[in-house]
């Protein structure tokens, strides 16, 4: 349940051979999220820094609005440990614990509050993995007033320190990596299975580091849809780059909430699609 790789044997063939290997796949597996013993949503996510995942969803989405209000956070990871997070007690770390079987897979959120209710209104996104959101995504986002600049061989740096840092990715292939950065170095990064995931991932992480995401850059490698960019505009990010293609309504998003979108930043090209005078030359 916990694994974020698992081993496996393929075979790698070509026109004139087949030849038996052994390597990894990215490990993907169902995590059910409650708050107050309420289920919330369920995540198909790589048990990586789920609790990142769940800090990330839950103030992205507006369920909470900063970490004071969580009293307590457990990701049961297996049936002998799970990760605890108790700040009036200073916990943050995975114990050694005896966990039902029932409970392996689910994250509970303790609030301080008891006045927590789930949205009724979801909307199912294109995500990876069936991604949710309680937003109207036809709803605006406050247009962002932000002079960051970067220069185009930033980004290019940039992205190839992701691919650098991405350690899941050299060994399984099959996964997301998103990064922050501020332009000269990488502030956070999350693999993930799902592309969305990855932008949760890093919104927690800041959130329990205290890393400011407000005029920072989000680079991907998977496509920039709708949800992740208003999970950039929330972050307040003014420049969201991927090396793959955003799709027509993140585009439209893009340019009403006044965010610089490039598309397909590899090697030393890249489609700025909207925002373009935030890119120096």
Not at 17 to 24: L, N, Y
Not at 250 to 272: C, F, H, K, Q, S
Not at 276 to 281: D, I, K, M
Request: aromatic share 6%.
């Amino acid at each position: 349940m916990s694994d974020d790789k698992v081993t496996t044997r393929y075979y790698r063939v070509t026109k004139s051979s087949a030849e038996m290997v052994q390597g990894a796949v990215i490990g993907e597996s169902r995590w059910v999220l409650y708050v107050n013993d309420v289920e919330v949503v369920t995540f198909m996510a790589t048990p990586r820094n789920l609790h990142h995942l769940a800090f990330g969803f839950l103030v992205s989405e507006n369920l909470i609005a900063g970490l004071d209000e969580v009293a307590s956070l457990r990701v049961n990871e297996a049936d002998n440990r799970a990760y605890w997070y108790i700040p009036a007690l200073g916990v943050n770390e995975t114990r050694a614990m005896a966990v039902c079987e029932e409970g392996v897979g689910s994250i509970e959120v303790r609030l301080t509050r008891d006045d927590f209710r789930v949205p009724a209104h979801r909307v199912l996104t294109s995500g990876c993995g069936g991604g949710v959101t309680f937003d109207d995504l036809s709803s605006q986002q406050t247009p962002l007033d932000s002079k960051r600049t970067v220069r185009a061989a930033q980004l290019f740096a940039m992205m190839n320190e992701l691919y650098a840092q991405g350690t899941l990715y050299r060994t399984t292939r099959g996964v997301h990596t998103s990064a922050l950065t501020d332009g000269e170095n990488i502030l956070a990064l999350a693999e993930d299975v799902g592309r969305h995931n990855t932008l949760d991932k890093i919104r927690g992480d800041c959130l329990l580091r205290g890393v400011e995401t407000r005029d920072c850059i989000l680079l991907s490698t998977g496509r920039i849809s709708s949800e992740m960019m208003t999970k950039a505009a929330k972050m307040r990010v003014p420049i969201v780059a991927s090396r793959t293609s955003p799709t027509s309504l993140a585009l439209e998003l893009a340019r009403a909430w006044n965010i610089t979108l490039i598309g397909y930043l590899r090697a030393e090209e890249m489609r700025v699609y909207c925002g373009v005078s935030r890119v120096v030359v």
